[in-house]
């Protein structure tokens, strides 16, 4: 009786067939270790050939390699005919990356027959070639290291003290003048040109006109202005104030100012000013006729009025011709009142 082997779990086996071609010598260690990863996920019976799949994340955990390093050698393993792409990686709906499928080109797929590109290899040299090409830069530097300045920017002090130059930037603070910039006296021309003058002024200040104040003298009253007519109930108007006039002066005159404003609101709401009389052509008692207004012109009739219209006129004919009482009193509507 035949014993049967007691099995020590899954294994991946390398056939001698493809460690004896030149192509598998020609490979890199890290190339032969990716093709053993990828190997291991194929089934026994082989039916998954061509939808073997393994990103290059993955691999680079399970080799302990870069991902950079494995996407090169999976174009090698392509390049030396030991696996071939059967689908491209994109990216799934739910946001994740699907890895590429491969298939091995020693074992068959489907319903085609092993192809062993390996044995085919024509002993070229391997050159990698990136899918898409690196952007330039803007601004490129040496490929070395960014050029300094030959001499330092940044200097240093001896003995680890801070470097400060020998005259101080920030002086100290400047004092206060001893004498004033402001004075609050008046200037020695203002004292000699009299004393009835303002403080700090050096012309008199007069109203322009009764009621007014300018910082002009006021101009002396001419014969013509006895023809104007005082307004009534306002004060006697104070006499012009001259070169020489006094603060008591200046006091009577606000007064005046003060007394003037208060009177005119009250004389306007007591009717003391003369009305405005009206045109001549116009009475005072007759009524102003209003001016005709102008006809407006009629709105121009739209489609959808037309077809309201239209609408009207068949239910009215409707409404004719099924109803003898509404047919006599539409007649008499339109022959009229009889006289």
């Known amino acids: 009786m035949k014993r049967k082997r007691q099995s020590k779990g899954p294994y991946v ?23 053993i990863e990828l190997r291991g996920w194929l089934r026994n019976d082989g039916l998954n050939n061509g939808k073997v799949r393994l990103s290059c994340r993955d691999g ?4 302990g390699l870069h991902k950079d390093t494995i996407a090169h050698r999976f174009v090698k393993l392509e390049h030396f005919g030991f696996l071939r792409k059967t689908a491209e990686g994109f990216l799934g709906s739910d946001g994740r990356g699907i890895a590429a499928k491969y298939r091995f080109t020693d074992l068959a797929y489907g319903t085609h027959p092993p192809t062993r590109d390996f044995e085919k290899w024509d002993r070229t040299p391997f ?16 490929s070395r290291r960014t050029p300094c300045p030959t001499a330092q920017d940044i ?23 001893t004498a004033p910039d402001i004075s609050r006296l008046p200037s020695p021309a ?5 004393k009835d003058k303002d403080q700090g002024s050096s012309t008199a200040r007069a109203p322009v006109q009764a009621g007014d104040a300018g910082s002009s003298p006021a101009p002396d009253a001419k014969a013509d202005d006895s023809s ?16 020489g006039a006094s603060a008591q002066r200046r006091e009577e005159l606000m007064a005046y100012v003060a007394n003037v404003t208060e009177e005119q609101p009250k004389q306007l709401d ?51 011709r099924n109803d003898p009482v509404a047919r006599k009193v539409f007649e008499a509507q339109i022959r009229g009142p009889v006289h």
Do not use: F, H, S
């Open 228 to 243: 104007r007519t005082p307004l009534q109930g306002a004060p006697a108007a104070p006499p012009a104030a001259t070169n």
């Open 155 to 177: 200097r240093k002090a001896g003995n680890g003290g801070a470097v400060c130059p020998t005259a101080q930037d920030i002086r100290a603070v400047p004092r206060c003048p």
């Open 127 to 142: 050159v990698y070639l990136p899918r898409r090409p690196g952007r330039k830069k803007q601004k490129p530097v040496l």
């Open 190 to 194: 203002v004292g000699q040109r009299g």
């Open 13 to 35: 086996g390398i056939p001698k067939a493809i460690m004896a071609t030149p192509a598998w010598r020609a490979m890199t260690p890290e190339a032969r270790l990716l093709w």
């Open 60 to 63: 680079a955990d399970a080799i």
């Open 270 to 320: 007591q009717g003391a000013l003369a009305p405005v009389q009206a045109a001549p052509d116009v009475k005072p008692d007759q009524p102003v006729p209003a001016p005709n207004p102008e006809p407006v012109p009629p709105r121009p009739m739209l489609p959808r009025d037309r077809q309201r219209e239209e609408q009207r006129r068949r239910n009215l004919e409707a409404l004719l």
